[in-house]
């Protein structure tokens, strides 16, 4: 079974620098998609970023972008310009043959003014 | 807008009491979940559905049942509601072979 982990509960960061959070996965699977999730304190998930596994390349979204390392299984997302509207729980997740979604428990972020 | 719609937004049962929970979706989509998230973990999958007629078991299905009647609805009911169900509930849906997830904005249920 897939298994997702997110080895830090919580992080936090001074306004306007940059942030790293963790994620690694473990997938038999050779073709799978992963991605990031926020979740502000109003509960609604919102995609941030994903990455195809077969893409070398890594993802960019604005602020936010991945490295990458599929030989380690490491999906880690970088906040660079942290706002404190980025203030949030982020959850790694990742995704099956059966599009079925993995997640890791969250780390939440706390943005320091 | 379009998207998924939970109801009720909050809920507070007696232990044993039963009741249902619904989401509705107005995008055509075939696969819809219902997930749990508790304090320190992830979304686990509750139950699932492929399509219309259709439900099947995820990770922790036990105390839940599950209906799929109408495409556009996905009803989660807890038949003898428990304290350890005291937990915030998501319904999700998506196209098939799609990877785009699309989330209600959850149900804090609590279990008294």
């Known amino acids: 079974a897939q298994t997702v982990t997110q080895s830090q509960p919580e992080m936090s960061v001074q306004e306007a620098e940059t942030v790293t959070l963790s994620c690694t996965y473990d997938?038999?699977?050779?073709?799978?998609?992963l991605f990031w999730y926020k979740q502000p304190p109003s509960r609604q998930m919102i995609l941030v970023i994903r990455q195809e596994a077969y893409k070398q390349q890594n993802a960019t979204e604005n602020r936010f972008s991945v490295n990458f390392q599929k030989a380690a299984k490491s999906f880690s997302l970088k906040i660079s310009d942290s706002q404190l509207g980025d203030a949030a729980m982020y959850f790694c997740a990742s995704m099956d043959s059966n599009y079925q979604l993995i997640w890791g428990a969250g780390t939440k972020l706390i943005i320091k003014p | 807008n379009a998207g998924v719609t939970q109801t009720p937004k909050f809920r507070v049962l007696k232990t044993g009491q039963s009741m249902t929970l619904l989401c509705a979706q107005d995008?055509?989509?075939?696969?819809m979940y219902w997930y749990r998230q508790d304090p320190g973990m992830g979304l686990r999958l509750i139950h699932y559905?492929?399509?219309?007629?259709?439900?099947a078991k995820g990770e922790v299905p036990d105390g839940y049942n599950v209906s799929r009647l109408k495409k556009q609805n996905f009803l989660l009911g807890l038949e003898s509601a428990a304290p350890s169900q005291t937990s915030v509930y998501f319904c999700?849906?998506?196209?098939?072979?799609?990877?785009?997830?699309?989330f209600g904005s959850g149900t804090r249920l609590t279990v008294v």
């Open positions: 997938t038999s699977e050779s073709d799978y998609y």
């Open positions: 995008m055509n989509h075939e696969y």
């Open positions: 999700a849906s998506r196209y098939t072979s799609n990877y785009g997830y699309t």
């Open positions: 559905s492929v399509g219309e007629g259709t439900t």
